[in-house]
C-alpha cells in the first residue's frame, strides 16, 4: 500500500468536509465522497447525493444506491410517461468503508442482497427482507422494479454498476475476494439476463483519480464548420455521429443532465417527434439541417480549438426533442457512422438574467406550458437574492452554489423550498412528502407556493425550517432513513407552529419570524409530538401520505379547550 497516497485522499478528503459537511461523521462523508465523485458526471445536487445514502446499518452491504433512466435521477414522483422508446436505467450500488483493503465478508453482503432485492419473481417485501433490509433500500427498489415493469412496453434496457470502495490497495485484492464478484454477477443475470453489469474495485489511487476526473460540464464537440460571433457565441454544423457522442457519457449511455434548464420533457407522441425521428431514418439528398431547426446550447464559456468546440457548463435549452430522436436512432446502431449534420447554436453567457431571455425566446417549436418556465420567473432571482442575505444560497440554476464549494446545509433548491412553503405556510405536508419533484408543475398549485404577494423573507424563513430541521436529524439517530423522510414536512409545520404562536402560519407571520427561535429543543419536541402521532396511524409512508396525520398535528395547535 502506497501511503502517500492515502495521506493525499485523507487531505482531500478533509478540506472538501471541512467546506461542503463540516457536522457529518467521519464514515458518513465517505459515503457521500465515494458518491459524489463516482458519480461526478452526473451532476447530482447536495440533495440528490444525501437522498441516496443508506447509512443506519440492515443494508445488504449497499451503502448508497441511485437509479437513472435516461440519466435522469429517479425519484420517488418520477413519471414513467416522461421517457423515450427503449429507456436505459442505470442502477449504481456503493460501498464504501474507510477500511485499507477489500474483504470477503464485504463482498458476500452484495451477493445475498442481489438475490434477494432483484429477482423480480420474489416478494420484495417479504417478511424475510423486512428483517434483513431497511425500509429506505427496500423503497428504493420498488421504485426501481415498479418503472422498469410499467416501461416493460417500451423494451427498457438496464445496466448494474458495482462499487466496492475502500482506502486499500486494489492490486492487493485477495482472489477470494473477486471471485464474489463473479458471483453477484450470476445472481443479477440470472434475474436480468440481458443486463449489462460491472464491478470496480475503488481503492485510494482510484479514488483520487476520480478527484481529479474532468467533469461532465466541460464536453467537446466535433465540428465541421462554425460561424464565430466572438465573445457572443459560435453557430456551428456537427455530424450527426458527434452530436450523438457529445451527448452520452464513456458507457455510451445519455447525459441526463445536460437537458435541466430544457422547458419541456421528452413528448414521444407529438407529430413533431414523429417528423425527426421520419427525417432521420429517410436518407435522401437532402441534408438533416435542412430539415430541422436545431440545438440551442448555453454555456458559461467555449472555445474553437481547430474542428472543435470545448463547451464549459452545456445546457441544452432548445432541441431536447431532436436530442432524444437521434439518441433513439444511434441505440439501434452505437457505432453507425452518419454524415449528414445539424446546426448547433452554442451562447456563452454568465449572466442569469441574459439565461433567462434566451431560455424563453428560444423555446417556440412546439407549445411550452407555463410550468416549464418556472426557474426563468423573476420571483425567483428575488428569492434567491433574498436568501443569500440570510446566508443560504438559492439553487435556481442547478449545481451553482456546489460548484463554488458553498456548505451543503447552505444550498437550497427549488424543489426543496416549494416543498418547504408547502409544508409549513399551506399546512399540507403530506402533499410536501408525495410529491417532491412535482409540486411546480401545476399552474394553481405554484401561483400558491410563489406569490408575489408574499413577503420574500416568508421564503428565507421556510428556508431556514427545514435546513435546520435537517441539521438536527444529522445530528441525532432519532429515526432511521425511511421514517425520517416520512416526518420531516410534518415536524417543519409544528416547529414554525409552535415558533409563530399559529396554528397555520401565514405568510405575514414567517416573513416577522426570529429564525433564532428555531432551536434543537423546539426541533426536538416537534419530533416528539408528531412521532406519537406517526406511530397512531400506522408509521410508514402510506400515513405520511394521507390526510389523518395532517388533521391530528394542526389539532395539536389549537388551544385546547377548558
Known amino acids: 500500500m502506497n501511503q502517500g497516497l492515502v495521506d493525499l485522499l485523507d487531505a482531500k478528503i478533509g478540506q472538501a468536509k471541512s467546506a461542503q459537511a463540516a457536522s457529518d461523521p467521519d464514515d458518513q462523508y465517505f459515503e457521500l465522497f465515494s458518491a459524489q465523485n463516482i458519480l461526478g458526471r452526473e451532476a447530482l445536487t447536495p440533495g440528490d447525493l444525501e437522498e441516496g445514502r443508506l447509512g443506519d446499518g440492515r443494508d445488504g452491504g449497499i451503502d448508497a444506491i441511485y437509479v437513472f433512466i435516461d440519466g435522469h435521477l429517479v425519484k420517488e414522483d418520477t413519471d414513467p410517461s416522461d421517457f423515450r422508446r427503449k429507456p436505459q436505467f442505470v442502477i449504481h450500488l456503493i460501498q464504501a468503508k474507510r477500511e485499507r483493503s477489500f474483504t470477503e465478508k464485504a463482498a458476500d453482503k452484495f451477493v445475498s442482497s442481489a438475490r434477494n432485492l432483484f429477482d423480480l419473481g420474489k416478494n420484495l417485501r417479504s417478511a424475510k427482507n423486512k428483517r434483513l433490509y431497511q425500509e429506505t433500500l427496500l423503497e428504493k427498489v420498488e421504485q426501481f422494479r415498479s418503472l422498469y415493469i410499467g416501461l416493460a412496453g417500451k423494451n427498457p434496457e438496464v445496466a448494474f454498476r458495482y462499487y466496492y470502495v475502500t482506502k486499500g490497495d486494489v492490486e492487493e485484492c485477495d482472489e477470494a475476494v473477486s471471485l464474489r464478484v463473479d458471483e453477484v454477477e450470476e445472481v443479477v443475470l440470472a434475474s436480468f439476463p440481458d443486463a449489462q453489469f460491472s464491478f470496480e474495485f475503488v481503492g485510494a489511487k482510484e479514488l483520487l483519480a ?62 413533431v417527434n414523429r417528423n425527426i425521428a421520419k427525417s432521420l431514418h429517410e436518407e435522401d439528398e437532402i441534408d438533416f439541417w435542412h430539415l430541422n431547426n436545431g440545438i440551442t446550447i448555453l454555456c458559461e464559456s467555449a472555445n474553437v480549438p481547430g474542428k472543435r468546440i470545448l463547451i464549459v457548463e452545456p445546457q441544452v435549452i432548445n432541441g431536447l426533442q431532436t436530442s432524444s430522436e437521434i439518441l433513439n436512432f444511434f441505440d439501434k446502431d452505437p457505432n453507425r457512422r452518419d454524415s449528414r449534420q445539424i446546426l448547433v447554436k452554442v451562447l456563452p453567457s454568465t449572466s442569469s438574467s441574459a439565461r433567462d431571455r434566451v431560455i424563453k425566446a428560444t423555446n417556440s417549436q412546439t407549445n411550452v406550458p407555463p410550468a416549464s418556465l418556472r426557474a426563468s420567473d423573476s420571483i425567483h432571482l428575488d428569492i434567491e437574492d433574498t436568501l443569500k442575505e440570510a446566508g443560504y444560497f438559492y439553487d435556481r440554476r442547478k449545481n451553482l452554489y456546489k460548484n463554488e464549494g458553498r456548505p451543503r446545509d447552505k444550498i437550497v433548491g427549488i424543489s426543496e423550498l416549494a416543498q418547504a412553503v408547502m409544508a409549513i405556510m399551506l399546512a399540507r405536508p403530506n402533499d410536501a412528502r408525495a410529491r417532491p419533484s412535482n409540486l411546480i408543475k401545476d399552474d394553481a398549485e405554484y401561483a400558491k407556493l410563489f406569490n408575489r404577494k408574499y413577503n420574500l423573507s416568508m421564503y428565507t424563513a421556510a428556508a431556514a425550517i427545514r435546513k435546520q430541521v435537517e441539521e438536527w436529524f444529522r445530528k441525532t439517530s432519532s429515526c432511521d432513513r425511511a421514517d425520517k423522510n416520512n416526518v420531516l414536512f410534518y415536524i417543519m409545520l409544528r416547529v414554525a407552529s409552535s415558533a409563530t404562536g399559529r396554528v397555520k402560519p401565514t405568510s405575514k407571520s414567517l416573513a416577522s419570524l426570529d429564525i433564532a427561535k428555531i432551536t434543537d429543543k423546539r426541533i426536538e419536541n416537534a419530533f416528539r409530538q408528531v412521532w406519537k402521532i406517526y406511530e397512531r396511524h400506522g408509521a410508514d409512508a402510506r400515513a405520511a401520505k394521507g390526510s389523518g396525520m395532517v388533521k391530528d398535528v394542526i389539532a395539536m395547535g389549537r388551544p385546547k379547550r377548558s
Not at 465573445?231 to 458507457?251: E, H, I, S, T, W
Open 210 to 271: 476520480l478527484t481529479r476526473r474532468r467533469p461532465s460540464d466541460e464536453l467537446e464537440l466535433e465540428i465541421t464548420e462554425h460561424l464565430a460571433a466572438d465573445p457572443k457565441g459560435f453557430v456551428a454544423l456537427a455530424r450527426l455521429d458527434a452530436y450523438n457522442k457529445f451527448l452520452r457519457d464513456d458507457d455510451g449511455n445519455a447525459y441526463g443532465h445536460l437537458f435541466d434548464d430544457n422547458v419541456r420533457a421528452y413528448q414521444n407522441s407529438v407529430e
